[in-house]
């Protein structure tokens, strides 16, 4: 099928969405000064305000670990809808995808309160990271559901504990793959248990502040470099099980 015309699948595997945003701070408290103030202006949308386990760990430590120096100190929520902050990062972060259209205009719409701020003193770099999860039962051999060959000495390798992590560079952007057979999801709000292939796409760019003016066609850009890896990952018989169009 003509993978530009997919709008949207009827069996969407889509189970979490993240948008990360990496800057320098103008002050290295920005982790506990931003959320207060991103909240005036984000509470309607986002109306639970949280510290998270990170705020207790000492900020000398999160500086100096590269594992901890991004990670969320701080959040607001709104059910499966959250915005994650740190000293160095933000995210939005949501577990019941509401369509490209919404989800864009919710980053937009960050993007802009964080810039009126003036905590930032320069943006780093951006991502779109997608978690798919595809269902299938476990009798099933489910590496076969995607478009490549993997042997190891000649043969398929076994499912169980299979994990590949690769990167593909594309111009501006690296997109990061994850793909793991046997893994599991919960499905809010039933909280119901699926099973099935995994399949992890992070896409990243290095951006500067010009960001803060052109985001809508930079983000554009971005998402569209994310769902044409994914797609092309996908088998024929794969898209048509996940109705493409909202097809039967």
């Known amino acids: 099928m003509n993978l530009s015309s997919l709008k949207y699948f009827g069996n969407s595997p889509l189970r979490e969405a993240i948008f990360e945003l990496r800057f320098v701070p103008t002050t290295p408290s920005a982790g506990d000064l931003l959320p207060g103030v991103l909240y005036s202006g984000l509470s309607k949308d986002y109306p639970d305000s949280l510290s998270l386990p990170m705020a207790n760990v000492p900020r000398e430590i999160r500086n100096q670990n590269p594992d901890l120096k991004y990670q969320s100190s701080h959040r607001l929520a709104n059910g499966p809808h959250s915005v ?16 490209w ?20 003193k320069q943006i780093e770099r951006f991502s779109f990271k997608y978690v798919n999860l595809i269902e299938a039962s476990k009798s099933e051999k489910q590496l076969p559901l995607l478009n490549m060959k993997i042997e190891l000495t000649g043969m398929a390798p076994d499912e169980t504990g299979f994990l590949l992590r690769t990167e593909r560079s594309e111009g501006k ?12 999801a919960m499905i809010p709000p039933s909280n119901t248990n699926i099973f099935g292939l995994m399949i992890d796409v992070d896409t990243i760019r290095n951006v500067g502040n010009e960001l803060w003016t052109d985001h809508a066609s930079i983000l554009e850009e971005a998402h569209v470099v994310a769902k044409q890896n994914f797609l092309s990952l996908l088998t024929e018989s794969t898209l048509q099980r996940l109705k493409p169009n909202g097809g039967t």
Do not use: M
């Open 101 to 120: 259209d919404v989800y864009k205009q919710r980053i937009e719409s960050l993007i802009d309160a964080l810039n009126k701020t003036g905590f930032v």
């Open 84 to 99: 994650q902050i740190g000293d160095y990062s933000i995210l939005l972060h949501t577990t019941d995808y509401p369509g």
């Open 173 to 184: 952007f690296t997109t990061i793959f994850q793909i793991a057979p046997n893994a599991s």
